[in-house]
């Protein structure tokens, strides 16, 4: 089941504290508009009714969906600093509560993309990659390809993050990693380097095995 809470905000622009419901657990199948807000950069996106100001509330979620077989941890972007200590508890969990589960749960839970991530639009990333019946690991190949190319788009806390796909090719974007929303820079990417890394596939699983298992699947675990 979903749960929600309530819970005060304070708008950095104004200064005023409201209260809001916020998302502890979400389950997709039960409540699919809550889906689509998180597919529109949505939820936890409020606005301070003061100044009207947008408010960003970067909080921990549990994210299931039983019905496409996805478990995402979501956690917050000052939790980046302990990229692996958050991937191992977040395991943890999903191996206690899923494969150690009810034996119907733990009869698929090895079906399940099992994933953390670290804040709500990444997980928005991940669920628009999977719509469109793309690999995430292979998206995470293909922004490894971009910085071996452009240099100049890593610096200090910033990220990649896929913004759009199109037939022809993917919208992407350099952000900071504590505002996921501001796009430092864009730039697309032609389909064919996306085929072209589906096609070498065995050598980049070679290289960059963590990218094609569970968990943080992000090519900032090698940055």
């Known amino acids: 089941m979903s749960i929600w809470y309530s819970q005060e905000l304070e708008c950095q622009a104004c200064g005023h504290a409201f209260a809001t419901e916020l998302a502890k657990g979400i389950h997709a199948r039960r ?23 947008a408010v960003d509330a970067h909080r ?3 994210y299931t969906d039983f019905a496409r077989h ?5 956690a917050t972007p000052a939790q980046l600093v302990d990229t692996a200590g958050v991937e191992r508890s977040a395991l943890e969990l999903f191996d206690r509560h899923m494969v150690g589960g009810p034996p119907m ?11 953390v991530v670290f804040d709500l639009d990444e997980l928005r990333e991940k ?4 719509d469109a019946d793309l690999d995430d690991a292979i998206v995470e190949c293909v922004k490894l390809r971009c910085l071996r190319e452009q240099p100049s788009i890593a610096a200090p806390k910033r990220r990649i993050r896929l913004r759009a796909i199109a ?8 952000i900071d990693r504590d505002q996921p929303r501001v796009d430092v820079a864009r730039w697309v990417v032609p ?33």
């Open 127 to 130: 669920l628009a990659i999977w």
């Open 60 to 62: 921990e979620i549990a």
């Open 105 to 115: 749960i733990a009869a698929i839970a090895h079906s399940f993309r099992v994933r």
């Open 191 to 223: 389909r064919a380097i996306v085929d072209d890394v589906v096609r070498n596939r065995t050598e980049w699983e070679a290289s960059m095995p963590e990218l094609f298992g569970r968990g943080f699947v992000s090519l900032d675990r090698y940055l």
């Open 31 to 53: 409540v699919p508009l809550v889906r689509e807000q998180i597919l529109r950069g949505e939820l936890h996106h409020v606005r301070c009714p003061t100044c009207n100001a």
């Open 167 to 174: 037939s022809t090719e993917l919208a992407m974007a350099a």
């Open 70 to 74: 996805q478990w995402v941890h979501v």
